[in-house]
Structures are given as C-alpha cells and as structure tokens.
C-alpha cells in the first residue's frame, strides 16, 4: 500500500499542472440538457506474464531435470458499464462500473529428462472464463483540446464460469497447480488515452494490470499460481463512451385565446341594510 502514496500525489501535482495551463475545450458538456453519466462498452484482450517462475524437483513427481517455458494466449475481453462525472473531484473526477466477460490463458511447456534419462516432453495449457464486476476511480488529465490521460485506481471480482485444461501423454511426471477457488478478488491500475470524436462519442484504449489480489488478505501478493509458475494477468481494452443529452420531448401545450368582445359584464347588485 506505500506504493499507492507516491502514484497519488503524483496525479495530483498531473491534476494541477493541467489545471494551470490554458483553457481546453470542455471535454463533456455539463450545460442544462446534458446528464453527468453515460453510457460504456470496449471489447479487448488478455495476457498473461510469468512472475516468479517456480520450478524444482519438489513439484516433478519423477525428479525430471530440464527447461521450463512459461507462456500464454490472447484471451477474449468485453464489458459494459455505465460512467460519472464527479463534480469537484480534487484527484479521481470520474468513475465507472461495467459487468464483463474476461477468458485468461495460461501455457507451460517443458524439456528434459527424468531420473533414468528418459527424455520428457510436457505441454500444459488451462482457459478460465471469468464473469468480473469493475469499478475504478479515474483522474481525467487533460493535455489538449478532446484529448486526455485517464490514470486509474480500481477493484474488480472474478467469478469463474468454467475451464478448459489439456496436458500432454508426460504430465502425469508433473504436480500441477490450478487455482480451486471460484472467486478472486484484487485490486487492479489502469492507464488509458482518451480522445474525443463527436459531441456525444468518444474512444478509450486502456492498458489495465494486477495490483493487489485480496483473497487472502494476511498474504496479499499480486500473482497467481497456475501449473508450476506464478503469472499475472493484463487486459488490453477498446472503450468507447457514450454522452448524449437527455430525450426531452417538446412541451405541446395549446392554450384557447378568451375573445373578450363576446363576453357579457353581469351587473351584480349590491344591497345596502
């Protein structure tokens, strides 16, 4: 967490170098008419990148010597949500919240021999499928007309749909490792650019990593072990906003006009005691 502390009053001294700078163009409008929220949808893919590869003779049931490779695929990403201005917002002026589909591969491949000299050959490959609700913090730092940067600071939770695993004809040579837990929960850093298209469109492509995972939360660690390493999802992501005007229908009131020629002033009498 003492790394959070630097990234934020970094923002903050980003926030106020922009704000110190010439007027930009308004990014959203925020005249009468225009709500403060609208619409998000991006489409994407994941990676993931080994850290702390972990490998002995402890986890090959055979005591297998060689060379392990740690790998991964293209993981399909889409998510929509809904986003916010907040007003007044020192560091994070926005927020947002999606519902996503997230699919994370991981790959492991390993060359070697085991105690008789027999030459192994393993090949290891697991897809999750994920059902994962965001929500992220944003800093909204503009740098030119329709065009800023969007740090971000947020949560996500991960629940495990299903998987597909394959091993090759060796892998009964190895102890593998698969998460069993249906749900993670972690915190995660987004950078992304934004640019603005139109009045109500604008496109956001985001670079979005593992911080923190949170399940256990005496061991916080950001990797996850799968097979016989420790890897770390990225999500890359293709967002698009949508800020249109409230859909107000015209006020169609038709008031009749009183012809005061053809009205009659009734004399009213008045009775004195």
Known sequence: MRKLIPALLALLSLQA?????????????????????????????TYTFPVNRKLNDAELL????????????????????????????????NLDYSVAYKEINYRQEFTGTDRNGAVLTDKAAWQDQNLSVNFNLNSVIQFADYQWLMPSLGIHGDYRLGGKRSYSPDSANFNYVLPNQKLDVGLHVKIAYGLKLTSELFI?????????????????????????????????????????TFNLKPCNIQVEEVDLSKTKRSKKKVKMF
């Open 17 to 45: 170098t922009a704000q110190y700078k010439k007027a930009f163009e308004d990014l959203f409008q925020q005249t009468p008419g225009w709500p403060r929220s609208g619409w998000l949808a991006g489409v994407g893919a």
């Open 62 to 93: 055979s005591g297998a010597k060689g060379s392990l490779k740690t790998y991964s695929a293209p993981g399909i990403y889409a998510e929509l949500g809904r986003w916010h201005l907040v007003p007044s917002g020192i560091v994070f002026n």
């Open 204 to 244: 956001v492509p985001s670079f979005q990593f593992d911080l923190l995972r949170l399940n256990d939360l005496n061991n916080l660690r950001m990797p996850k072990q799968v097979f016989n390493s420790n890897y770390t999802p990225v999500i890359f992501s293709l967002k698009f906003l949508l800020h249109r």
